[in-house]
């Protein structure tokens, strides 16, 4: 299973391309960037990071899906594919609700507007020409002059059972977030297994899991009591989902709770392990702390319990 690290998106944009080339040096498979309304921009950040690593694959995650249009979202990935091939995994998702709004892009079918755009810019990554009067997408003749050579997998950022089903028709992979405990990533693999019989696919499809991690167990409350105010879904939970959603004092859980819940303390190897017995191809490492250097030090210390 890889092993991956997160540049949180409370990190100032001029310390990505140090802190990439400090995850590197640590010796992580991945790194993966954010893009959250309104913080650093995910193909921008994602860039940065490719330039000043050599080795490191650099995931994009993820891409609301309606925040460009398609034929944009694949000129952006395929010239970063070609300058750094093998090495650019990108993710698109359906992005927040009350920041689609905000700007004003909000479709009228999530599902279809995740479904098209996913599946156009796949297509067009692959260097075909694309025609599409969809719900959502609409592309009339469009061919990439520079498709890349090593065309780069393209995962969806999901959680709900109808989601995780379009990702597996359409998508090479799926990113789930922060909060999955075991039972759920096992559940998301049946749904996702569910889209791919539908569609008759037999490829590989690699799920990647985000987790709060931290060496001190007591770092990582406040980021798990700030993910349970505001809610899990569609099972994220597992058999904890009504134990945490009745918790007046997220800041009290149990420590057996942020065994499921997080990768940290002394359980973080066994953690880390459920995970991957549950359907885990990666496993992403988001550090409690929000200072680079500091986050960089708990990195380091976790790699050493994990590997």
Do not use: K
């Not at 780069?152 to 789930?176: E, F, H, K, Q, Y």
């Not at 759920?184 to 987790?211: F, L, M, N, P, S």
């Not at 550090?287 to 976790?302: F, G, K, N, R, S």
Request: aromatic share 6%; net charge negative; hydrophobic share 45%.
């Amino acid at each position: 299973m890889a092993l991956g690290a997160m540049l949180r998106r409370e990190v100032l944009p001029e310390h990505t391309a140090a802190y990439a080339r400090g995850v590197e040096d640590l010796g992580f498979d991945e790194l993966w960037v954010v893009e959250d309304c309104f913080y650093a921009g995910g193909i921008a950040a994602g860039a940065v990071a490719l330039a000043a690593t050599e080795r490191i694959s650099v995931g994009l995650g993820v891409l609301p899906a309606v925040m460009r249009n398609p034929a944009t979202t694949a000129l952006e990935i395929a010239a970063l594919a070609r300058m750094f091939p093998g090495r650019v995994r990108p993710g698109i998702g359906h992005g927040v609700t009350s920041w689609m709004h905000q700007i004003g892009a909000f479709p009228s079918s999530q599902l279809a507007a995740l479904q098209e755009t996913t599946s156009a810019v796949r297509a067009l990554l692959r260097g075909e020409r694309v025609t599409v009067d969809g719900r959502h997408v609409h592309l009339d003749d469009v061919v990439l002059e520079f498709p890349p050579p090593v065309v780069p997998p393209v995962a969806t950022g999901v959680r709900g059972p109808r989601s995780l089903r379009v990702s597996g028709r359409v998508a090479d992979g799926t990113v789930l977030t922060e909060l999955s405990v075991p039972a759920y990533v096992r559940w998301a693999r049946e749904r996702i297994d569910e889209g791919r019989a539908e569609a008759g696919r037999t490829d590989a499809h690699h799920v990647t899991v985000y987790a709060y991690a931290a060496p001190d167990r007591d770092a990582v409350r406040p980021l798990v009591a700030d993910g349970v105010r505001s809610g899990g879904s569609s099972g994220q939970w597992g058999a904890l989902t009504d134990e945490l959603s009745a918790l007046e004092d997220a800041a009290e859980l149990p420590d057996a709770w942020l065994d499921e819940l997080t990768i940290s303390g002394d359980s973080a190897r066994r953690s880390f392990d459920a995970l991957r017995d549950a359907g885990a191809d990666s496993v992403v490492l988001i550090p409690a702390a929000e200072d680079p250097v500091a986050a960089l030090d708990q990195l380091a210390a976790l790699r050493s319990t994990l590997t």
